[in-house]
């Protein structure tokens, strides 16, 4: 799949231009629930934004994506994409995913050709997810925040989209069984949020 089809199964409702959605269309929107009907936060969601990084590679693209340390409160040692928390001074959701993108990963914003997004994930730890697709043009120098990020690594996008790798597993958390999206690249196990927002684009670009 080439760029210039990726651009354009995003297109939709976005704005290239600005990053943002076209006046008076609304953000679709996915989330944990999609495995557990009915299981769904109830009162207000944490606005939160991530970048979902495309590496245009010559030979094929590739999905960054980062492990986060084993010390940390939410998440601990997971795979996930670069974002975070919308914070006050970020003045939307795509400031807060290219701030989070280069604090921890070191990529600042220059260097992310946004193309669009993805539909806005719940998580069933009460967070509203914007994810924003970017294309980055190789080489890509990174540098993780040893504090958050104990690895980055890429995935070919080839892997993501074909669906024999989207395993569902299920757990039990909160005395409940839960459902989730699953996939097993090697030695990387991308599940949960991360994996259901990566059938989203899968969903996105088969459209």
Do not use: C
């Not at 210039?4 to 231009?17: D, P, Q, T, V, Y």
């Not at 929107?29 to 590496?55: C, H, K, Q, S």
């Not at 990529?107 to 050709?113: E, F, L, Y």
């Amino acid at each position: 799949m080439t760029p210039n089809l990726i651009i354009e199964k995003l297109a939709g409702s976005f704005e290239r231009s600005s990053g943002r959605l076209r006046s008076g269309t609304e953000a679709r929107e996915r989330g944990d629930y999609d495995l557990n009907p009915g299981y769904r936060p109830t009162g207000a969601l944490t606005p939160a934004a991530v970048l979902v990084p495309l590496i245009t590679h010559s030979g094929g693209m590739t999905v960054l994506l980062t492990q986060r340390t084993d010390h940390l409160h939410d998440h601990a040692g997971q795979v996930s994409f670069p974002g975070g928390r919308v914070d006050e001074g970020d003045g939307d959701a795509l400031a807060a995913a290219l701030r989070e993108t280069e604090e921890e990963i070191g990529i600042v914003s220059k260097k992310v050709d946004i193309i669009g997004r993805l539909d806005d994930y719940v998580t069933g730890t009460g967070y509203l997810v914007a994810p924003f697709v970017g294309l980055l043009a190789p080489p890509i120098e990174t540098k993780a925040d040893p504090f958050e990020v104990a690895d980055i690594f890429e995935v070919p996008l080839e892997f993501i989209l074909d669906r024999g790798n989207h395993g569902r597993k299920s757990l039990t958390w909160n005395g409940a069984l839960r459902h989730f999206y699953a996939m097993e690249y090697g030695e990387r196990y991308i599940w949960g949020a991360t994996a259901g927002m990566l059938v989203n684009l899968s969903d996105i670009l088969e459209a």
